[in-house]
């Protein structure tokens, strides 16, 4: 049985992982890891190397066949702040896939309290009047009035790590 170690404790980013890779076939270890970049990632750039720095480190700590990080950020488009988000997949060999997820516009007062410096994160909170809005249903789950929760994003991403690192495997 092989071990995928995810890097993160968030339990939307978990049950992502868990919907696509089956726990009869794979040994899931969430770990608590670093991602090396700001705690709110402003670009794609920043927000998919935070996935790959995730994937790294959890794949290094609990000594697994596959590391894979999940990372959300916010991007800049034509001076309006968007929703990003990032998946990494490595494995023992080296290889490192990545993919993008969904991405929506921010409210112009979510855009301005994140460009004042807050974490997205704290300014739902605020936003909504609810805590830990990061662990369950996320910004988009808000802004996407339950449509598209947190972990179903990232699930998509998962799909498209999984996809290609079979894809990668089944033609080296």
């Known amino acids: 049985m092989k071990r995928i170690a995810i890097g ?3 339990p939307a980013k978990i049950m992502a992982v868990k ?5 009869e076939q794979y040994a899931l270890v969430p770990t608590d890891v670093p991602s090396d970049v700001s705690a709110q990632p402003l670009s794609d750039r920043e927000t998919r190397q935070g996935a790959m720095n995730r994937a790294k480190h959890a794949l290094t700590k609990e000594n697994a066949d596959i590391g894979i990080g999940l990372e959300g950020g ?3 488009i ?3 702040l968007w929703l990003c988000n990032w998946g990494a997949l490595v494995d023992r060999d080296g290889t490192v896939i990545t993919a993008g997820g969904a991405r929506i516009p921010l409210p112009l007062e979510v855009a301005g309290e994140i460009r004042s410096g807050r974490e997205l994160g704290d300014v739902m909170a605020q936003y909504t009047g609810k805590r830990n809005i ?3 249903e996320g910004a988009i789950g808000v802004f996407t009035n339950g449509y598209v929760d947190r972990s179903g994003m990232f699930c998509h991403i998962v799909q498209l790590l999984a996809g290609q690192y079979e894809f990668f ?3 080296r």
């Open 19 to 23: 919907s696509v890779f089956s726990s």
């Open 134 to 136: 990061r662990r369950h």
């Open 8 to 10: 993160t404790t968030n």
């Open 74 to 76: 916010v991007m800049e």
């Open 78 to 80: 034509d001076g309006e």
């Open 169 to 171: 495997c089944q033609n």
